[in-house]
């Protein structure tokens, strides 16, 4: 803890008052949900400093390698979500609520959102929505006790795509 009230002022008392200021203003603005999800409602924050707090107390990091490949951004998942269901990038930023269009829309929010953690600010941007319904989708799918089948096409993809097949060639999956 003292490692997160440093930053916020020499002494104990007026870390905890610049803390409680930049925590309201924030929640001002947004809800700590866009910036980061809760690691099981237990860590909130970067990668980084997760990593730190669970070696603080001996917690293993992650129980299992992630196998999805490595993407550059959003502009690349949305490529790899087009070559998945066979769609152009522009198909899924069209407007619209055509059902195999907005179903493969919200596995790219959620995988994009909870492999990737790409920001609800970025996601909204590229598919061209809006942050609240970004963070609309994120919320439901992470309510919702099933996960779509397109959700479950795309990870495969990705972690087919992974897999190195020969020289810069990689293996493809049928989605």
């Given at each position: 803890m003292t490692e997160v009230l440093n930053r916020f002022g020499a002494t104990c008392e007026s870390a905890r008052k610049n803390l409680a200021t930049f925590l309201g203003d924030g929640?001002?603005?947004?809800?700590?949900?866009?910036?980061?999800?809760?690691?099981?409602?237990?860590?909130?924050?970067?990668?980084?400093f997760i990593e730190r707090a669970k070696a603080v107390?001996?917690?293993?990091?992650?129980?299992?390698?992630?196998s999805l490949m490595k993407l550059s951004g959003v502009i690349e998942l949305l490529e790899k979500a087009s070559a998945c269901f066979k769609l152009r990038p522009e198909e899924l930023m069209q407007a619209g609520k055509e059902r195999r269009i907005s179903c493969i829309?919200?596995?790219?929010?959620?995988?994009?959102?909870?492999?990737?953690?790409?920001?609800?600010?970025?996601l909204a941007k590229h598919l061209k929505r809006s942050e609240p319904a970004i963070s609309q989708i994120t919320r439901r799918r992470w309510e919702s006790r099933e996960e779509l089948?397109?959700?479950?096409?795309?990870?495969?993809?990705?972690?087919?795509?992974?897999?190195?097949?020969?020289?810069?060639?990689?293996?493809?999956?049928?989605?």
């Open positions: 929640l001002k603005q947004g809800t700590w949900e866009d910036f980061y999800k809760a690691d099981r409602g237990r860590f909130l924050g970067s990668d980084e107390i001996d917690e293993p990091v992650r129980q299992a390698r992630r829309r919200q596995a790219v929010v959620e995988v994009g959102r909870g492999q990737y953690r790409f920001s609800v600010l970025e089948a397109e959700t479950r096409q795309l990870r495969a993809f990705l972690v087919a795509s992974s897999t190195k097949v020969g020289e810069g060639m990689t293996e493809e999956v049928k989605c």
